[in-house]
């Protein structure tokens, strides 16, 4: 297929802005007057207060109002809501989840991410624990594209930022019980209020998430895929001038949920069901997570503002045990503990003279990442018993270190040239250096050390500036354009996974990225409805992935692919077309593949050409909410959402056993609002259309693993709340 360049993105969103442009002019009158403008909109992706029709970026926003409508609990919840991002419905446990943008992402949970997730301003290091759920949210937002020069951590597809409320001055509390099928029990829980008026205000916040599993297991006869998770926040809020402004943030979660249990092909007796896993692995996992921040901002004066955010946290994972194959007999197991601290450090100083806005910032990463993994691998497909065979398996234990340092001096400057033009250039200067600390042993069966594998370390340091430059032009009040070229920067590392010395030294290369954007934020008939566009095109080199070497046979290798390639169109509605109804709608079309992808599936097989992993060509959502005209006390609001995708692979030889085929999704919610507004009941539905495709799935002819993963099956929930 023929590539688009950045200039036939250039003609084709101008085109349409002028379009669009004169559609503003003449808005269209509705019959009675009376409908209402659709929401504005208010971001702070720029590091300050905008309206998200006047950012000149990609972005996905999603206020109060709508997580409701939606009963969006969780970053899962938003799977199939945002163009081109694909969140993996289901994960190796309940709060790691792996996310691909653009058609570019991590499979490999334990890898770093290329969509930098922020809570509160502040980077979650790890994909594992990054599943958060949420509690008193004001908004959330999903940056499309590199973002370098507005953020401290660098991030080459993207960032997700979670923003919770911030403790007023107002007394508030809030509570809600929901309790569903499989058992499910949801209560989430807040009061927040002043402790010294004007000058001291807090809030505390609790959920507590179970739910019995939907899968059976026989092998251990009992179900499996269950959820338990206990989550906490407390804030605490000084504001002693006009000018100061500190908090105080402490995060705390208990996950006790079941690692995932997948589901063989091969089953018992040739009768396969999909909610039947045959895995002999209890699959226990206890995660224990902390995190606190502060955050200080001071106005120097009426054009700059000081920001500090000081963050340390870190989770402890041990024991997590899973089964890789889903079948009762020795495949694939791991028995594994995980450790991860860090500390974050950063100073933003921003500025707004009036024609010229600026951000700027200083930021520091330490982290540890501790990994003790204990495998045991069948070493082909042939069906044996490792007592007696013990020379089929491999008993292996990966025991290592990866600290990381980073630094980085980022800033972007926006001058507004005309009423209409602004030029917006932005530079990122990141320098990381890697330790990699091995001691690798030789297992038994029984999970005895009985010798030494590999023993070491290595270390590397990355470098990059990585620069930005746009232009918005503001075709009418309710038109802006914009055009971005930008390069992004994922740094390398070592193979966590190395069994060899010489691999387990040798470094792999950072992943780099030409993005090429142009987009259209628009406001039609009369601020009834709001349609943006965004077109892009990506040009990756040395993208991060596993692979074959022939120098090494039988072994997986983290390194580099060589070169890749994306480009994709994505567009956002909504429409306010009466009081009563709000329709909102979403389309992503993206093509990715690799360009240079040689010995992806051993020696000689190679992905040139193939699909990037977990890219649907297609990403279509809607929904709608409204406010039925019933005559009961109070009053009852519908909402409905629906989600679909095109087929999607999970490996790069791009077999039939390794896709997903096009499927949908349908949610909905009704809520009525009791004639006193702080009681309402709602009742919500995921998966109504209880579809049971497949959503993922793992091939490994050479060991005999063949799995799937499905959706959760059609669940319900009846919610009271209650808020003051």
Known sequence: MPKFRSRDLLLLSSSLAMAGAAQAAEPASSADGAAPAVEQVIVTAERRATDLQKTAIAISAFGQQVLADRKIDNIRDLSGQIPN????????????????????????????????????????????????????????????????????????????????????????????????????????????????????????????????????????NHDVNRINLDAFRAKLRWTPTERLDAQLTVNALRDRSDTRSYIPVNQPGGIFRNDRSYAEVEPVQ??????????????????????????????????????????????????????????????????????????????????????????????????TDPVTTPGNYSFARAHNITNTDAYAVFGEATWKATDRLSLTGGLRWTNEKKNFVFDNKVLNLAGQVVGQSIAGQADKTFSAITPKVSAQYQWSDEVLQYVTWSKGFKSGGFDNRATRLDLATRPFAPENVDSHETGLKTELFDRRARLNLAAFYNDYKDLQVSYSDPAYPGNSIRGNAGKAHTYGVEIEGDVRPTERLGLQASVGYLFAVYDKYRNAGGVGVNADGHRLLNSPRWSLSGGLTYDVPIEIPGSVRLGLNAQWQGKAYFNALQRPQDKAPAQGFL??????????????????????????????ATYTPSTGVYYRNYPDPRTFLVTLKYAL
């Open 286 to 383: 206890d995660l224990d997570q902390i995190s606190g921040s502060l955050r200080v901002q001071y106005e120097l004066s009426e054009h700059l503002k000081l920001k500090s955010i000081t963050a340390y946290g870190g989770f402890n994972l041990n024991p997590v045990a899973y089964d890789n194959d889903g079948e009762a007999a020795l495949i694939q197991k791991n028995l594994i503990h995980y450790n991860d601290q860090y500390a974050t450090q950063e100073v933003q100083l921003n500025g707004d003279f009036g024609d010229v806005t600026f951000t700027s910032g200083l930021f520091y990463l330490h982290e540890r990442f501790f990994v003790q993994r204990d495998g045991y691998s069948r070493r082909n497909a042939q069906n």
């Open 85 to 220: 991002l694909s969140i993996s419905r289901v994960t190796i446990s309940h709060t790691t989840q792996t996310y691909a943008l653009r058609g570019v992402g991590e499979a490999d949970p334990i890898q770093e991410p290329v969509l930098a997730v922020y809570v509160d301003d502040v980077y979650i290091p790890r994909q594992i624990g990054s599943m958060v759920e949420f509690n008193d949210l004001e908004r959330i937002e999903v940056l499309r594209g590199p973002q370098g020069t507005l953020y401290g951590r660098n991030s080459s597809a993207g960032a997700l930022r979670i923003i919770t409320r911030d403790p007023g001055q107002n007394l508030r509390a809030k509570a809600e019980v929901g309790l569903g099928n499989y058992g499910a029990v949801d209560v989430r829980a807040l009061i927040e209020g002043p402790l010294v008026a004007d000058k001291l205000s807090g809030s505390l916040s609790y959920i507590h998430h179970e739910r019995d599993g939907v899968t059976f297991d026989p092998t251990l």
């Open 667 to 696: 949610n909905g919610s009704i809520t009525w609002t009791t004639p006193d507004p702080r009681w309402a009941v709602q009742l919500s539905g995921r998966n109504l259309l209880d579809s049971d495709k497949p959503v993922s």
